[in-house]
């Protein structure tokens, strides 16, 4: 496709549960980003990739969220045990090169709700 | 990056002009202004950017002041499609490394008849 695609788009778990969450970049892409966005909040930046190197991490709240891009394309966040405050709008973004000024286009995310 | 200043929400009649206004008085001389929109149910989408001249695209046009601590987003002929949450982000145009973007809580933009 055109664009960022993201699955699923809407996923319920039960606390406790694993889930993992898909991320397809626009081809060619070297860049992917993960963004979590709690309601009536604007994105917060959880990692960054570049290829399949994850340059930085410091947004991941805590060791139950992984994430991974092992051909440097498609893209899996992972979260562990899930908690209720995980519920969120999960988001990816990528970007064509490495450079910063460049545009990030975002996929239309998935909206995870833990019971 | 420097932290933005936004109104909560703002109301605009269709057709109209829609002006957005942002402060960012602590920006640095090497941080831009770009602005991105979210429409409900969707990612956030980005609209433009500028360091210190005035631009315009297809989209918009972005209004910065001599002095650079505030900016305005003008949606010259708003529609009902333009409502959406607006986001003005000011951050350096290149680290080399991490780049993320780092989102406010926007101003909530209501286009109506």
């Known amino acids: 496709g055109a664009g960022v695609s993201q699955s699923p788009r809407y996923k319920v778990a039960k606390r406790g549960q694993d889930v993992a969450l898909r991320c397809d970049p626009i081809s060619g892409h070297v860049s992917l980003f993960w963004y979590q966005q709690a309601l009536g909040q604007g994105p917060e930046f959880l990692t960054y990739f570049q290829n399949e190197a994850q340059l930085d991490k410091s947004g991941l709240p805590s060791d139950r969220f992984f994430a991974e891009r092992p051909e440097g394309s498609v893209s899996t966040l992972k979260i562990q045990r899930t908690q209720q405050e995980d519920s969120a709008v999960y988001l990816c973004?990528?970007?064509?090169?490495?450079?910063?000024?460049?545009?990030?286009?975002f996929g239309p995310g998935t909206r995870l709700l833990v019971l | 990056d420097a932290k933005t200043t936004q109104p909560t929400s703002m109301d605009c009649a269709e057709g109209r002009a829609a002006n957005l206004p942002c402060n960012h008085s602590t920006i640095s001389g090497n941080e831009y202004v770009y602005w991105y929109r979210q429409i409900h149910s969707q990612g956030p989408q980005y609209i433009i950017h500028?360091?210190?001249n005035n631009e315009t695209n297809e989209m918009a046009s972005l209004i910065i002041t001599e002095d650079r601590k505030s900016s305005t987003l003008i949606l010259p002929h708003a529609t009902l499609r333009d409502t959406a949450v607006y986001y003005c982000i000011v951050r350096v145009f290149f680290t080399g490394t991490a780049s993320k973007l780092t989102f406010g809580t926007g101003t909530r933009l209501q286009v109506t008849l």
């Open positions: 500028g360091l210190k």
């Open positions: 973004a990528s970007r064509r090169g490495g450079s910063e000024g460049e545009t990030q286009y």
